[in-house]
T-cell receptor, first 110, second 120 residues
Framework: QSVLTQPPSVSGAPGQRVTISCTGSSSNIGAGYDVHWYQQLPGTAPKLLIY???NRPSGVPDRFSGSRSGTSASLAITGLQAEDEADYYC??????????FGGGTKLTVL | QVQLQESGPGLVKPSETLSLTCAVS?????????WGWIRQPPGKGLEWIGTIHHSGTTFYNPSLKSRVTMSVDASKNQFSLNLSSVTAADTALYYCARLSGSDYSGFNYWGQGTLASVSS
């Protein structure tokens, strides 16, 4: 049971928009700690996709965006492409547990 | 370009200690930043193990704290993880990574991971 809750899977057709939610509590996201998102392609290490809620590292397409509100955060992907098929994880800081990750969401491009 | 490379034994017997090393290149580990270990059991999600500051201060996952020790060797520009009394549940791909800033930031540099299996 992960401290941050994500849907196990989401799917969408090429070109569509999908969102992945990340639900926490008052000791992590709700406390105002930043949320970060990672993309993990099959057989590779996670890659930082969004940092501090809504910032993209250099090289990440602007099709990826993040938001945070209350005790939750979301990752949105627009103009879905086949290469976006991957596992996505959210991460934040928890006042008791320190670094916490979501359970991960598998994105399938139909 | 910052690069991280994990190394370890690959196979560890139950009840023994798993020892892993992360070699850092392209950045002097002693200068700054927090450095961490994250693991991923086969087919499962990511679990934070612990973080070590360049000064040597450590922070551990409460669920693993009694079995984890992390250290820095600035002379070799590497940091290490020891996980004692391992069981099959500790079988996982172990990643080392660097936090991009404070303890509240994300991990922006990752190693490729090293698989550690616990079996007799």
């Amino acid at each position: 049971q992960s401290v941050l809750t994500q849907p196990p899977s989401v799917s969408g057709a090429p070109g569509q928009r999908v969102t992945i939610s990340c639900t926490g509590s008052s000791s992590n996201i709700g406390a105002g700690y930043d949320v970060h998102w990672y993309q993990q392609l099959p057989g590779t290490a996670p890659k930082l996709l969004i940092y501090a809620n809504n910032n993209r590292p250099s090289g990440v397409p602007d099709r990826f965006s993040g938001s945070r509100s209350g005790t939750s955060a979301s990752l949105a992907i627009t103009g879905l492409q086949a290469e976006d098929e991957a596992d996505y994880y959210c991460q934040s800081y928890d006042s008791s547990l320190r670094q916490v990750f979501g359970g991960g969401t598998k994105l399938t491009v139909l | 370009q910052v690069q991280l490379q994990e190394s370890g034994p690959g196979l560890v017997k139950p009840s023994e200690t798993l020892s892993l090393t992360c070699a850092v290149s392209g950045f002097a580990l002693s200068r700054s930043y927090y450095w961490g270990w994250i693991r991923q059991p086969p087919g499962k999600g990511l679990e934070w193990i612990g973080t070590i500051h360049h000064s040597g201060t450590t922070f551990y996952n409460p669920s693993l704290k009694s079995r984890v020790t992390m250290s820095v060797d600035a002379s070799k520009n590497q940091f290490s993880l020891n996980l004692s009394s391992v069981t099959a549940a500790d079988t996982a791909l172990y990643y080392c990574a660097r936090l991009s800033g404070s303890d509240y930031s994300g991990f922006n540099y990752w190693g490729q991971g090293t698989l550690a299996s616990v079996s007799s």
